[in-house]
């Protein structure tokens, strides 16, 4: 079973400010990890990914995420947000080829970014 | 140039009707998935094929059909239309090697009106 928990559906911050989006997981075997983009009127779009090796990775756009195995967590951040990072954020966890690719999605954050 | 491509984009039709969703990848992944985005934006897998066989079928009403001609398109036929079934409705690939470790590519979606 595998499951994630993001945490607070809209996030505000100022241009310029630090994004730190939540990302709380469970997983029954050793996870992968994701977190999508989605601008309005599109599809998602991969930011980046925890398969296993470094944990912390960094992703498009100046994205980065750390996984923390003793917090289930896999939190978003970017130290400087830009009005371009306005969007909807989502985490989303798989158990790879154990359960045919299938990726879990958090319910999803928004993120509203104020000249 | 478009790697995940759905058609149509936009789909508004009366309760009742049967319509259909296209969705062709050209990225020679072997995994395509169909996703189900409400109102609400949560996303939930409905289906899945591997090169033509079904390997993920979430408990979906059987008004629901997929479709996988060959590997690189997965169509979605809708019986009996319902108002519930108003969403956008995403079409995704992914690779199997490595384990699928690679996370999804995208459709930008269709999104279906009911009236």
């Known amino acids: 079973a595998q499951s994630v928990t993001q945490l607070g559906s809209h996030v505000s911050v100022s241009e310029g400010a630090l994004v730190l989006l939540r990302c709380n997981y469970s997983s029954s075997v050793p996870p992968y990890l994701f977190w999508y983009v989605q601008y309005p009127n599109q599809g998602l779009q991969l930011l980046l990914k925890y398969t296993s090796a470094a944990t912390l990775v960094k992703g498009i756009n100046g994205f980065e995420a750390e996984f923390k195995k003793s917090e289930t967590s896999f939190h978003l951040t970017k130290p400087s947000a830009h009005m371009s990072d306005a969007a909807e954020y989502f985490c989303?966890?798989?158990?790879?080829?154990?359960?045919?690719?299938?990726?879990?999605f958090g319910d999803g954050t928004t993120l509203t970014v104020k000249p | 140039d478009t790697a995940v491509s759905q058609t149509p984009k936009y789909l508004v039709t009366q309760m009742g009707n049967d319509k259909s969703i296209k969705c062709e990848q050209n990225?020679?992944?072997?995994?395509m998935y169909w996703y189900k985005q409400d109102s609400k934006k949560f996303l939930k897998i409905m289906f899945s094929?591997?090169?033509?066989?079904?390997?993920i079928n979430e408990t979906v009403p059987n008004r629901f059909s997929p479709k996988s001609p060959d590997k690189a398109h997965l169509n979605l036929h809708i019986n009996s239309l319902e108002l519930g079934d108003s969403a956008v409705y995403f079409c995704?690939?992914?690779?199997?090697?490595?384990?699928?470790?690679?996370?999804?590519?995208f459709g930008s979606g269709t999104r279906l009106t009911v009236v």
């Open positions: 094929y591997n090169n033509k066989e079904l390997i």
């Open positions: 989303a966890v798989s158990a790879g080829s154990t359960n045919a690719g299938k990726s879990t």
């Open positions: 990225l020679g992944h072997d995994t």
């Open positions: 995704a690939s992914s690779r199997i090697d490595p384990g699928f470790r690679d996370g999804y590519t």
